[in-house]
């Protein structure tokens, strides 16, 4: 048999009580009967009442302060008031709390079971509601729960048999996966470290640096990480939607060691030819004083000649090359850029007037000086200028633009020529790339090479954007002190 609703009854001892307990016990109902506000108060935590009804004086109290108090404790519970006298004070203060209704004499029986009802089948209605939204949301909880508990050890699987160091945050930068290789990377105990800030974790200042970075401008950032015991690492930070970021890391250091040996034999085998190749030079130039030549030999002497001050170029090319990335470029002084773009057009001149090249330099007025290597930053300004005219069609037009902007200096090389292949623009800065669109112009591939190495040494960035068949802009910033002069590598 269901449970019958019980109607707490908080009225004074009179014949209205009676009235009720009889009414409400008739139609089964169970009722309990508070006889004072101790009793009320034992009563409501004793027997979770389905109602409660309250006299408007009750135990010498103002019975709506009394349900004022209770609607706080028991928001669920309905009420209904009983007064002697219905007054237009009483029944405004009674929707206020928004309290199911009242009953008023005269008192019939099919009034209070209607009245009663009424709360009761309200209160019913609000409690399914409840009920149900609580199933559903708590359902949808443990769904959620379990899904990403069954995800998360699948995934944790994943992770922990890549031989990669990887590393999952949430949106707030807290660790929620980490694999084995990124532990032993870093020292770090797998399971002390789940839940926490990765800053508090990781204390490798170039991992710092880049999870700082936090990918807000480029979704995936990379940035070498360098270990005490000469192990480097690549490491990216991407950014994962809904999720945080992944930090993972793969182990270059076997990449770094095959990049130094070739540093190391271009380097040595470009000194160890500079000199032979000095002699060579030295006796073309002899041959024409031991006899006449005629003019089939002159011809010849001067292939000699131009091709071995070809490969010289190239050779110092590679050794200045090497030295800038060794960190040996370490002079530093105040230079201003104006003058030295006077400098690499005078020397351009011939090609400009040449090609009959429209040449726009757009110097801003008071620019600050730059801490930099001047015969550094002269190179930088032959070859991207030097470009911008060898690359431009006959009648071609070059636009120069320097000016300053928040501490540094920014330089622009724009021309109207061919314009870099959407695949090349990424290489061109990489020694020996020469664009697929080149082939009827002479270089080495070299030229860009050394700039960006020049740039990086400044703490500098050069980029570029180029639309085919329309031009190429090339953006150097650098900045007007830079921090600090990089040490040279061992
Ligand atoms: P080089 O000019 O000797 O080939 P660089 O390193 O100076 O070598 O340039 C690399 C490549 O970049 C060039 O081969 C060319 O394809 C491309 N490039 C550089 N500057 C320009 C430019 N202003 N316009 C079009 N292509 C350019």
Not at 46 to 57: D, H
Not at 70 to 89: C, D, N, Q, S, W
Not at 97 to 110: E, K
Not at 292 to 299: A, C, S, V
Request: aromatic share 4%; net charge negative; charged share 25%.
């Amino acid at each position: 048999m269901p449970k019958k609703d019980l109607i707490l009854l908080a009225l004074d001892e009179s014949h209205i009580l009676k009235l009720m307990d009889r009414a409400l016990q008739a139609v089964n109902y169970d009722t309990a009967i508070a006889s004072d506000m101790k009793a009320l108060s034992r009563l409501l935590q004793e027997t979770s009442p389905a109602l409660l009804m309250v006299a408007e004086t009750f135990d010498g109290h103002d019975g709506l302060v009394i349900v004022e108090e209770l609607i706080e404790r028991f928001p669920t519970l309905p009420f209904l008031m009983y007064t002697e006298k219905v007054t237009p004070g009483f029944a405004n203060r009674v929707f206020r709390l928004g309290i199911g209704g009242y009953l008023a004499p005269p008192l019939r029986t099919d009034d209070i079971l209607g009245t009663v009802e009424g709360a009761l089948k309200h209160a019913h209605r609000v409690g399914d509601w409840l009920r149900r939204e609580v199933k559903r949301t708590t359902s949808s909880l443990q769904k959620r729960a379990q899904i990403s508990e069954a995800e998360r050890s699948r995934l944790e699987t994943v992770i922990n048999s890549i031989h990669d160091s990887v590393m999952i945050l949430d949106e707030d930068n807290l660790i929620l996966l980490v694999n084995p290789a990124m532990c032993s990377s870093f020292g770090l105990d797998e399971k002390a470290s789940i839940g926490k800030p990765v800053m508090d974790v990781i204390q490798h200042p170039d991992l710092r640096a880049l999870i700082a970075s936090n990918g807000d401008q480029d979704p995936l950032q990379h940035h070498e990480v360098n270990f005490p015991d000469g192990k480097v690492a690549s490491a990216q930070l991407t950014v994962i939607p809904g999720i945080g970021h992944a930090v993972t890391m793969q182990d270059i250091t076997y990449l770094k060691e095959v990049d130094r040996v070739r540093n190391e034999v271009v380097h040595t085998v470009s000194h160890d030819l500079r000199s032979p190749l000095t002699s060579v030079i030295g006796y073309t130039e002899l041959i024409s004083r031991a006899g006449t030549l005629n003019e089939n030999q002159q011809d010849f002497l001067k292939r000699i000649q131009d091709s071995v001050k070809h490969i010289t170029a190239l050779i110092n090319d590679l050794l200045e090359l090497g030295s800038i990335e060794a960190g040996l470029d370490t002079r530093r002084e105040w230079v201003q850029l104006e003058g030295l773009l006077r400098y690499t057009l005078d020397m351009l001149q011939g090609q400009i007037r040449a090609k009959h090249i429209k040449v726009q330099a757009d110097v801003a007025p008071s620019l600050p000086a730059l801490r930099a290597n001047p015969v550094r930053l002269r190179q930088v300004l032959d070859n991207v200028v030097g470009n911008a005219i060898k690359y431009s069609n006959d009648s071609g037009e070059v636009k120069i633009s320097i000016h300053a902007e928040g501490g540094q200096i920014i330089l622009q090389v724009s021309d109207n020529g061919p314009g870099i292949p959407i695949q090349d623009q990424a290489h061109i800065f990489d020694k020996f790339y020469r664009g697929h669109n080149m082939d009827d112009q002479e270089g080495s591939g070299l030229g860009l090479a050394i700039v960006k190495s020049i740039v990086d040494a400044h703490q500098g960035r050069i980029w570029v954007e180029s639309n085919l068949g329309q031009g190429s802009t090339f953006f150097i910033v650098l900045p007007v002190n830079s921090p600090t002069i990089p040490a040279a590598r061992k």
